[in-house]
């Protein structure tokens, strides 16, 4: 017999199945519970609440795994089409701009769901994250390039006194005969 008196393992494992099928359907843990305790398989001891949960959450993390491989295969759709669309951008820029923010927007909304859920099961312990992907290197290579080119908006500073000379020469050319308002409020 298995751990609860008057059931047998295998009859333990049909129970958790049965459990998982009803969870998928939206049951509450306490109509499982009530379903469950009425069937010839429970043994002696009845099904508690408690037992129905530990079952789901043992479940989920198998659940988790799955939906982190679906995910990134989604991912790595979803980052070829926004490769593609910036390449598509330097090309004609005002016809593919739209396309282009729309597939980043959803390849970094997919990456956040991805590592979001890795990170969930690394905190539960039970399957760490692993990023194993085809073109591993051609990955790390893109990021090392994104983080070397320098931003557009950067440039050389002035100093202060660079910056009043050239304020002086403005107002010496332009601000001719300039007065001060009469009235203030």
């Known amino acids: ?5 008057g ?8 129970l958790k199945k049965l459990a998982v099928i009803f969870n998928r359907s939206h049951a509450s843990t306490g109509a499982i519970r009530e379903i469950l305790n009425g069937l010839h398989l429970v043994g002696e001891k009845g099904v508690s609440e408690d037992t129905v949960s530990r079952w789901m959450n043992s479940r989920e993390h198998t659940e988790k795994a799955t939906l982190i491989t679906a995910t990134f295969d989604d991912v790595m759709f979803l980052r070829e089409r926004a490769y593609w669309a ?16 729309y597939w980043w ?13 890795a990170l969930a099961i690394e905190a539960a312990a039970e399957l760490p994250p692993q990023f194993v992907m085809p073109q591993l290197e051609q990955f790390y290579e893109d990021l090392r390039t ?3 080119q320098t931003p557009l908006m950067e440039g050389d500073l002035e100093s202060v ?9 403005f107002e010496k050319k ?6 001060l308002p009469r009235e203030t409020l």
């Open 1 to 5: 017999m298995g751990r609860v008196k």
């Open 7 to 14: 059931r047998s393992k295998l009859a333990s494992d049909d």
């Open 86 to 101: 910036t390449g598509m951008c330097e090309i004609n820029r005002f016809m593919y701009i739209t396309e282009r923010a």
């Open 105 to 117: 927007g959803l390849y970094i909304s997919a990456l956040h769901i991805l590592l979001r859920q």
């Open 146 to 148: 994104f983080r070397q």
């Open 161 to 169: 006194e660079e910056l009043d000379e050239e304020m002086k020469a």
């Open 174 to 179: 332009w601000a001719k005969n300039l007065k």
